[in-house]
């Protein structure tokens, strides 16, 4: 297993057992702690998982009225706890990640990958069909891009176009 899908794979399980116990944040550095010891033992740095368990929180408000919007029929109390934690890390890395480092659509691919691992049957449907709706309310970005080089405004980024999904069109 690739060392970033490792990484991903151990923040979706520290996510799950922080939503499990409560979303405290007291214990999140503990919870990263020892997922990374159990199901990494040979990951040399774990920068990654603290980056993006540290990004989801940072961003959790955003990002569930983000699926709120997104899954309108599924409260977010009522998606699958793998489910949702798998959203909230794909969600943080298509809209707050770097796309230099993870381009959108393997954003996508890999919250795929884990939901189908770690969630139920059609835990991957309703990973692929929430997050491809986000990712074309966004406009799409880098969809024709195969150098990954291709720079991203930081109007896309930070939800300041009229096409991404910003807070005003959260609201409305």
């Given at each position: 297993?690739?060392?970033?899908?490792?990484?991903?794979?151990?923040?979706?399980?520290?996510?799950?057992?922080?939503?499990?116990?409560?979303?405290?944040?007291?214990?999140?550095?503990?919870?990263?702690?020892?997922?990374?010891?159990?199901?990494?033992?040979?990951?040399?740095?774990?920068?990654?998982?603290?980056?993006?368990?540290?990004?989801?929180?940072?961003?959790?408000?955003?990002?569930?009225?983000?699926i709120?919007?997104?899954?309108?029929?599924?409260?977010?109390?009522?998606?699958?706890?793998?489910?949702?934690?798998?959203?909230?890390?794909?969600?943080?890395?298509l809209?707050?990640?770097?796309?230099?480092?993870?381009?959108?659509?393997?954003?996508?691919?890999?919250?795929?990958?884990?939901a189908?691992?770690?969630?139920?049957?059609?835990?991957?449907?309703?990973?692929?069909?929430?997050?491809?709706?986000?990712?074309?309310?966004?406009?799409?970005?880098?969809?024709?891009?195969?150098?990954?080089?291709?720079?991203?405004?930081?109007e896309?980024?930070?939800?300041?176009?009229?096409?991404?999904?910003?807070?005003?069109?959260?609201?409305?």
């Open positions: 297993m690739a060392n970033r899908h490792l990484s991903r794979s151990i923040a979706m399980q520290s996510l799950y057992e922080w939503d499990f116990r409560g979303a405290d944040t007291a214990n999140l550095e503990n919870y990263i702690a020892q997922n990374s010891k159990e199901f990494g033992p040979g990951l040399e740095d774990d920068s990654f998982i603290r980056q993006l368990v540290n990004g989801v929180v940072s961003y959790l408000a955003k990002i569930d009225q983000i709120a919007k997104a899954a309108p029929e599924w409260p977010i109390e009522q998606i699958a706890m793998v489910d949702r934690n798998v959203l909230r890390l794909g969600i943080y890395e809209l707050f990640g770097d796309y230099k480092e993870v381009p959108p659509k393997v954003a996508i691919n890999e919250a795929i990958e884990l189908k691992s770690f969630g139920g049957e059609s835990s991957g449907k309703f990973v692929n069909g929430v997050l491809g709706t986000i990712y074309r309310e966004i406009g799409e970005p880098l969809k024709d891009d195969t150098s990954k080089a291709k720079k991203v405004s930081e896309n980024v930070s939800g300041d176009t009229e096409n991404n999904v910003t807070d005003e069109n959260i609201k409305s």
